[in-house]
């Protein structure tokens, strides 16, 4: 059997899964690998206030982003929008200056995980806003920031397994080309 043919390790989504929000997101490889994430975890994906790129059919083709269409992406022009438009939905941050681990968080089905800017993370008045909600990765090295994807998918992993949400893995085929 080719690698390709064998069966992928998979679990049934969550009932309601948590809102993956990203503010102002500047960097389209970022974007990218955190709408494939989102797509893989049955997240909705939240583009919210102005993009640094374009997520127009053209452009997400030329990238070579073959999944786009497995995402559930939703855009609001400000964060005001996404609240309104997810009103049960609890704000947790995730910033390179929260003061409490994102281990602290206690994560409850339909949070929105929030996220900010690559070059500047989340405003300072939205932090103070949610001081109680902000939370980081810790690291160990002198690195001043982690990789946005990458803080996302540890954070969205995260979260789903408090859910429990990997509780009854099972080996799948998968779809045909």
């Avoid at 990218?32 to 989102?38: D, E, H, M, P, S």
């Avoid at 994102?102 to 995980?113: I, N, R, S, T, V």
């Avoid at 690559?118 to 090295?141: N, R, V």
Wanted: aromatic share 6%; net charge negative; charged share 25%.
């Amino acid at each position: 059997m080719a690698k390709d043919d064998m069966p992928r390790l998979r679990v049934a989504p969550i009932e309601r899964p948590p809102h993956v929000v990203l503010l102002e997101p500047e960097i389209p490889q970022n974007t990218g690998n955190i709408a494939r994430l989102a797509g893989a975890l049955g997240l909705p994906l939240h583009l919210v206030g102005p993009l640094g790129f374009s997520i127009d059919e053209k452009a997400v083709r030329r990238a070579g982003v073959d999944y786009w269409h497995l995402v559930d992406i939703r855009t609001h022009p400000d964060l005001a929008t996404f609240e309104r438009a997810e009103p049960e939905a609890r704000i947790k941050l995730f910033s390179a200056v929260g003061t409490k681990s994102y281990l602290e968080a206690d994560f409850a089905p339909g949070d929105a995980l929030i996220f900010g800017r690559e070059s500047t993370g989340l405003p300072l008045p939205l932090l103070e806003k949610h001081a109680d909600a902000c939370y980081a990765l810790p690291t160990i090295g002198a690195v001043r920031s982690l990789n946005l994807a990458n803080c996302v998918a540890v954070v969205a992993f995260e979260c789903l397994r408090q859910l429990g949400a990997f509780r009854e893995p099972r080996l799948e085929a998968l779809p045909p080309k």
